[in-house]
């Protein structure tokens, strides 16, 4: 998959001016931004470029135009600071950005202000029409190589992910690099058997990725945990959903073609005066708040045998400590397996911290949520396609 993309070691970066597109959206709480992964690896990569004598100039958004953490990235520059020098500057596409992108001395870095800012930022267009917009001619002409550093944005054909990259010689950055490796090893270099853990809320992405990897035969097992358990359950008819008949209707369709290759669980857990009881899904009434203890055994001993594991999503309400037991043992599970082990998904990064454990005893934790999701399901992602040898301005 590599072969498809030039990488920072296809560039003699010294001396060039870099533009750099990272994702360093981050959890506001109480107008403060929180520190995580996805800053700490950016970070790595703008010192790497400094390092190698690059004048870096990295941009990035947080949250949606109205939302309460729809912030500058002043914070997020500090943050990044931790790690390597990075200046702020309060400005993206006008005199003060310009004059400091072309000021900006080798080995140096700064961060622009929050590319949504711009209203152009956001349209939904083609990597050839955002190449004529105000945003990307204004400041292309100051730069030398686009890199792509921001896998978690690839699934959108926004300005500064797909517009530069028609304009300028094209690439992927260290944490685009390390997920696109990860994907390789785990969705076209696949050891088998590969299972596909399920979970969590979003029922109609992990539809997609259900149907992709068993219509492909990527996957030998998919066993399905959380709310979307609820809806093969009831598509089984052990009970009704009335609000999801849509997509409980999806679900019996899923189940008449691939049902041998799909595990359901066989018990679970509900509130019962506040505390935790399991039941066998054939006496089961939703709400269910986790897996039952015959399941999470059931699923572990598929989990040891596989050789190539996919997890998305929690199995349950881990944020209760009553219905964490099932998320706890198959993330343990999961880590302890002589298993290539990719995981992804907002919540299930999380859940990985909720129950204590450390990444490093998974093969790849993905830093992605919607751009993940897209590609295990075999979908386009615009911001990959228009990195590719051959479609960028190389």
């Known amino acids: 998959m590599l072969m498809d993309y030039f990488t920072i070691d296809d560039f003699d970066v010294e001396g060039r001016s870099i ?32 390092d190698r004598g690059a004048k870096v100039v990295a941009m990035s958004h947080q949250g949606r135009a109205g939302g309460r953490d729809f912030i500058t990235l002043e914070q997020h520059a500090a943050l990044l600071s931790k790690f390597t020098p990075v200046e702020f500057v309060d400005d993206i596409i006008g005199p003060a950005a310009r004059l400091s992108i072309e000021s900006l001395e080798e080995g140096s870095a700064l961060l622009l202000d929050n590319v949504r800012l711009l209203a152009e930022e956001t349209l939904e267009l083609p990597p050839e029409e955002h190449a004529k917009s105000i945003f990307v001619r204004k400041l292309a002409s100051l730069f030398d190589i686009f ?71 990527k996957a030998d097992k998919v066993l399905v945990t959380g709310f979307i358990a609820n809806l093969f359950l009831a598509a089984k008819g052990f009970f009704e959903m009335e609000r999801y008949l849509e997509a409980v209707r999806r679900a019996r369709n899923i189940l008449r073609r691939f049902g041998e290759k799909i595990e359901l669980p066989e018990d679970v857990a509900v509130e019962e005066n506040g505390e935790r009881r399991e039941v066998a899904v054939s006496e089961v009434e939703p709400p269910i708040y986790d897996i039952g203890t015959g399941t999470i055994e059931k699923y572990l001993k598929m989990i040891e045998s596989a050789k190539t594991i996919i997890m998305k999503g929690p199995a349950g309400v881990y944020e209760r400590e009553e219905f964490r037991v099932g998320t706890k043992a198959l993330l343990e599970g999961v880590a302890s397996a002589a298993a290539f082990s990719l995981l992804g998904g907002g919540d299930t990064s999380s859940a990985i911290n909720v129950v204590g454990l450390d990444k490093s005893r998974f093969s790849y934790v993905s830093l992605a949520g919607g751009a993940l999701l897209r590609y295990l399901s075999g979908r386009s992602l615009p911001g990959l396609d228009v990195l590719a040898r051959g479609k960028s301005s190389e």
């Open 19 to 50: 533009l750099l597109r990272i994702d360093v959206n981050s959890e506001v709480i109480d107008g403060r931004v929180l520190m995580n992964e996805r800053i700490r690896e950016h970070a790595r990569t703008i010192k790497e470029l400094c």
């Open 147 to 217: 890199i792509n550093d921001a896998f978690s944005v690839a699934h959108r054909s926004h300005a500064s992910v797909v517009g530069f990259a028609k304009v300028l010689p094209s690439g992927v950055g260290r944490v685009m690099e390390q997920e696109l490796q990860a994907l390789q090893r785990a969705t076209q270099n696949t050891e088998r058997p590969c299972i596909y853990i399920i979970g969590g809320a979003k029922y109609e992405d992990a539809f997609s990725i259900i149907e992709h990897v068993l219509s492909t035969g």
